[in-house]
């Protein structure tokens, strides 16, 4: 059981670039977020999903675009990758009964991306 | 507004010392959960812990222990026994009912051998 997959585990970009972190979940979870952790911050929610075509902004959404086609993929898409986005970034998943939200979050592995 | 605050961003002790890891938070929701979370240096984020606001009983597995008080809006965590293996930030997280998780910003706790 693979649980959150995210990919890639390290990415350097230059100003401008822009990227796709992937994230996979085969646990068949309705609630699925994108994390950023930078140092003294915690983690900050930057997008959400409660189900397939549906989702919605978190704490820091700007410069961030997510999609839900499917109830197993989250990707997170940088437009225009500027130095401030530098952060480790985390895919998690929840089990949540008639969209409660009240499950714990499964989290992936993380990405590590700095923008130069 | 929701907000959780973990006052000590550092902890070192030595090893078999007994620590806590102290967690207030922040609500007007009745009803809510509670989370502890483990990041070891690897980086992943382990789950070890939610709790509901009805249920005050605290919670024994192995050396963790956890004190939940609702008239502190605490809700702390001990290890007893410290080991190096311990050694992670640990975050606690709230969420309240129908919500996202908001996250505390995290006790560095080192142990020494």
């Known amino acids: 059981n693979a649980g959150v997959t995210q990919t890639p585990k390290f990415q350097v970009l230059k100003t401008g670039q822009s990227m796709t972190l992937q994230c996979a979940q085969d646990?068949?979870?309705?609630?699925m977020s994108w994390y950023r952790q930078d140092p003294g911050m915690g983690l900050r929610l930057i997008h959400y999903s409660v189900g397939a075509g549906i989702t919605d902004q978190g704490e820091v959404p700007n410069g961030y675009n997510v999609s839900r086609s499917t109830t197993e993929d989250f990707p997170l898409r940088l437009l225009s990758a500027a130095p401030s986005q530098t952060s480790v970034y985390f895919c998690?998943?929840?089990?949540?009964?008639?969209?409660?939200?009240?499950?714990?979050?499964?989290f992936g592995e993380g990405s590590r991306l700095t923008v130069l | 507004a929701q907000k959780v605050t973990q006052a000590q961003t550092e902890i070192s002790v030595v090893e078999k010392e007994d620590v806590t890891l102290d967690c207030v938070y922040e609500t007007r929701d009745t009803t809510y959960y509670l989370f502890w979370y483990k990041q070891p240096p690897s980086g992943e984020l382990v789950f070890l812990i939610r709790r509901n606001s009805f249920d005050e009983q605290n919670e024994i597995s192995g050396r963790y222990s956890w004190n939940f008080q609702k008239s502190t809006s605490s809700f702390n965590f001990t290890i007893t026994a410290s080991q190096v293996v311990d050694s992670a930030v640990y975050f606690c997280?709230?969420?309240?009912?129908?919500?996202?998780?908001?996250f505390g910003p995290g006790t560095r706790l080192s142990v020494l051998p």
């Open positions: 998690a998943s929840s089990y949540d009964v008639l969209r409660t939200n009240t499950g714990e979050l499964f």
């Open positions: 646990m068949n979870h309705e609630y």
């Open positions: 997280a709230l969420r309240p009912y129908g919500q996202n998780f908001v």
